[in-house]
T-cell receptor, first 111, second 114 residues
Framework: GNSVTQMEGPVTLSEEAFLTINCTYTATGYPSLFWYVQYPGEGLQLLLKATKADDKGSNKGFEATYRKETTSFHLEKGSVQVSDSAVYFCARTSGTYKYIFGTGTRLKVLA | DTAVSQTPKYLVTQMGNDKSIKCEQNLGHDTMYWYKQDSKKFLKIMFSYNNKELIINETVPNRFSPKSPDKAHLNLHINSLELGDSAVYFC?????????????FGPGTRLLVL
């Protein structure tokens, strides 16, 4: 089965609200962890990543911390904007060359 | 100066036809991928090539045949198209910097089989 689990969406928030999208993973060893964002009609774009335990990835106000003890990589943003509306994918590496993606979480931000 | 490009962007065709999707990356990466994204946004890896050699082949029907003429190109040919092939197909390439990998995705090809 899929070894990256994300919270189901859609997540609907008002502008300037705090965002958390949960992601947990199962793995042997220490995979690299990623968040990708997909805007409507586009491909996935790397949002942030972390390659070892306790690393914090950050970009565009989004943050996620690699938590080995809880095998989590939750995405957070302090104040969302309408332009953040998209589908967010958590992912991890699986050995060399292979990636495993979560099922995606749709975020809707209302003005 | 698009990094990963795909053609066509949209493809509408009849069941039973054969079609190809092309992908090119100008990032100098050695590894390229094809993914299939279904209507629920679930993203599944199909194939991966490293320096023109197949390294990942997930359980994909034989009707799907990837071809990599050089490391900057990875094309996907699909024979005898079926309704269930309707999806968005994404090409990606990977930068391998030490132990750190980052994938760069193309804009997607939206395939609709009628």
């Amino acid at each position: 089965g899929n070894s990256v689990t994300q919270m189901e969406g859609p997540v609907t928030l008002s502008e300037e609200a705090f965002l958390t999208i949960n992601c947990t993973y199962t793995a042997t060893g220490y995979p690299s962890l990623f968040w990708y964002v997909q805007y409507p009609g586009e491909g996935l774009q790397l949002l942030l990543k972390a390659t070892k335990a306790d690393d914090k990835g950050s970009n565009k106000g989004f943050e996620a911390t690699y938590r080995k003890e809880t095998t989590s990589f939750h995405l957070e943003k302090g104040s969302v904007q309408v332009s953040d509306s998209a589908v967010y994918f958590c992912a991890r590496t699986s050995g060399t060359y292979k990636y495993i993606f979560g099922t995606g979480t749709r975020l809707k931000v209302l003005a | 100066d698009t990094a990963v490009s795909q053609t066509p962007k949209y493809l509408v065709t009849q069941m039973g036809n054969d079609k190809s999707i092309k992908c090119e990356q100008n990032l100098g990466h050695d590894t390229m991928y094809w993914y299939k994204q279904d209507s629920k946004k679930f993203l599944k890896i199909m194939f991966s090539y490293n320096n023109k050699e197949l390294i990942i082949n997930e359980t994909v029907p034989n009707r799907f045949s990837p071809k990599s003429p050089d490391k900057a190109h990875l094309n996907l040919h699909i024979n005898s198209l079926e309704l269930g092939d309707s999806a968005v197909y994404f090409c990606a390439s990977t930068e391998l910097a030490g132990d750190q990998e980052t994938q760069y995705f193309g804009p997607g090809t939206r395939l609709l089989v009628l």
